[in-house]
């Protein structure tokens, strides 16, 4: 389906919708069914928030492998980016600023904009400042058995950006665990646009262990891209090679974890990853990217139209202590440092302050933004 035909179908379901329905309660989750059952998951408006994501181990046992509170109300008043899309521009722009066109570190020529900033004592936006789209309540579209669609209006100016921003998701289960997830949008002025899904997981629903020394993962990306202390791109990349960023070949969390310890690699005395890697190839139609556990069996193939990717494990969860969901070993044990793994398929990061980068973040009117992901689970033995 083109983007406009997407748009245009959400708009007339949408002024349908809100004609006969009151809007749904944006924290009361929806439940989509894969048709052979071997899937299930909960999402909710508030964020288009993804709260619980079931499939079956290796021994045909279900396991919730989506991080997230019982408490739906924490989404609102803790936070912590658990499942939610973000947006309009994902992880950080430098100093909350960037011209358009882009221009290195926002030096110009060009408008000069300026976000809202939410990190660092106020020297970066992250995810697309104060009131990004993981903290606004989606409008729910359509709900079948086994999709959900939802759509935001983020208006000309919200938090700085120009322009207003008009964004669909849709996510659906199909048959064999498979997960699709679609993400269109259009804006009346020239603005960047990134969006991503902010899932953490947890592979073994914290079933064997309360680490990652189970999980694996592989993916072909020779480089990643370099930051400062604060996780702001330095405008360079980093060659992967002899370190613990090398993914090319099957590595195991817990070990890399442990060997980034000391190289500040996710920031100043920060030990794990929070990093954007590239990947080498760019296949849209075949899996780039694969994580496996080898105590549930439970493994991960991300197919997706996006060139990079972002991996945080869960370095700073433990501040503040989020009580884990009943399913997940909870409610008296909390999610640990490193014990969780956000999987974030994207574009180059500040990519709008890094005009040497190859690619172009800027949409409007004319370039509509597009962001397609399926995840497909099966099991290993
Ligand atoms: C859920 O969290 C909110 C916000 O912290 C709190 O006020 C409320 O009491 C909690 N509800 C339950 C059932 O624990
Ligand atoms: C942008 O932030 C950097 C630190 O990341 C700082 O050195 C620089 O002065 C800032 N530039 C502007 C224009 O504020
Ligand atoms: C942009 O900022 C980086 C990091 O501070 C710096 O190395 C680079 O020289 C700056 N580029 C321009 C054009 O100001
Ligand atoms: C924020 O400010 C406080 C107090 O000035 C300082 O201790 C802290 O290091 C700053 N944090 C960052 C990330 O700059
Ligand atoms: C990092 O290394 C230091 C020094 O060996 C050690 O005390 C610390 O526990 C390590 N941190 C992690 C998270 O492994």
């Known amino acids: 389906?083109?983007?406009?035909?997407?748009?245009?179908?959400?708009?007339?379901?949408?002024?349908?919708?809100?004609?006969?329905?009151?809007?749904?309660?944006?924290?009361?989750?929806l439940e989509i069914n894969a048709p052979d059952g071997s899937a299930k998951a909960h999402i909710m408006p508030f964020g288009a928030t993804t709260t619980n994501f079931w499939v079956k181990d290796k021994n045909g046992k279900f396991r919730d492998i989506i991080i997230g509170y019982d408490n739906k109300t924490l989404y609102e008043t803790q936070g912590g980016y658990f499942g939610p899309v973000v947006g309009r521009y994902a992880n950080r722009i430098r100093n909350g600023t960037f011209t358009i066109p882009v221009s290195a570190n926002a030096t110009g020529p060009g408008k000069k904009f300026q976000i809202v900033?939410?990190?660092?004592?106020?020297?970066?936006?992250?995810?697309?400042?104060?009131?990004?789209?993981?903290?606004?309540?989606?409008?729910?579209?359509k709900h079948t058995a086994n999709s959900v669609l939802f759509s935001l209006t983020d208006p000309?100016?919200?938090?700085?950006?120009?322009?207003?921003?008009?964004?669909?998701?849709?996510?659906t289960l199909e048959s064999?665990?498979?997960?699709?997830?679609?993400?269109?949008?259009?804006?009346?002025?020239?603005?960047?646009?990134?969006?991503?899904?902010?899932h953490f997981w947890n592979l073994e629903a914290y079933e064997e262990s309360e680490d990652l020394s189970g999980h694996w993962a592989q993916f072909p990306s020779s480089k990643f891209i370099a930051t400062n202390g604060n996780l702001i791109p330095n405008g360079l990349t980093t060659d992967v090679t002899g370190t613990a960023m090398d993914f090319r070949q099957p590595r195991n969390f817990a070990q890399g974890i442990a060997e980034t310890n000391g190289t500040?690699?996710?920031?100043?005395?920060?030990?794990?990853?929070d990093n954007a890697w590239v990947y080498d190839k760019h296949d849209a139609s075949k899996p780039v990217?694969?994580?496996?556990?080898?105590?549930?069996?439970?493994?991960?193939?991300?197919?997706?139209?996006?060139?990079?990717?972002q991996i945080y494990s869960c370095n700073g969860v433990e501040n503040p202590p989020a009580a884990r969901k009943v399913d997940q070993g909870g409610p008296d044990k909390?999610?640990?440092?490193?014990?969780?793994?956000?999987?974030?398929?994207?574009?180059?990061?500040?990519?709008?302050n890094n005009p040497q980068f190859p690619v172009d973040q800027i949409f409007g009117p004319l370039r509509p933004y597009t962001w397609e992901s399926s995840y497909q689970f099966s099991v290993i033995h």
């Open 156 to 171: 000309n100016g919200d938090q700085g950006f120009p322009g207003t921003v008009f964004t669909m998701v849709q996510y």
């Open 289 to 309: 990217f694969s994580m496996w556990n080898t105590n549930s069996g439970i493994k991960l193939d991300v197919t997706t139209d996006q060139v990079a990717l």
């Open 176 to 198: 064999k665990s498979t997960w699709k997830i679609s993400m269109h949008a259009t804006a009346t002025e020239l603005t960047p646009i990134m969006l991503s899904c902010h």
């Open 117 to 141: 900033e939410n990190e660092n004592n106020g020297t970066d936006t992250l995810h697309g400042g104060l009131i990004g789209y993981d903290k606004r309540p989606w409008t729910l579209v």
């Open 264 to 273: 500040q690699v996710c920031g100043t005395g920060c030990v794990g990853y």
């Open 334 to 352: 909390i999610y640990l440092d490193h014990s969780c793994l956000v999987i974030e398929q994207e574009s180059w990061i500040d990519g709008i």
């Open 1 to 29: 389906m083109s983007s406009k035909y997407w748009i245009l179908a959400a708009l007339v379901l949408n002024a349908g919708a809100s004609l006969v329905t009151p809007p749904a309660d944006p924290l009361v989750p």
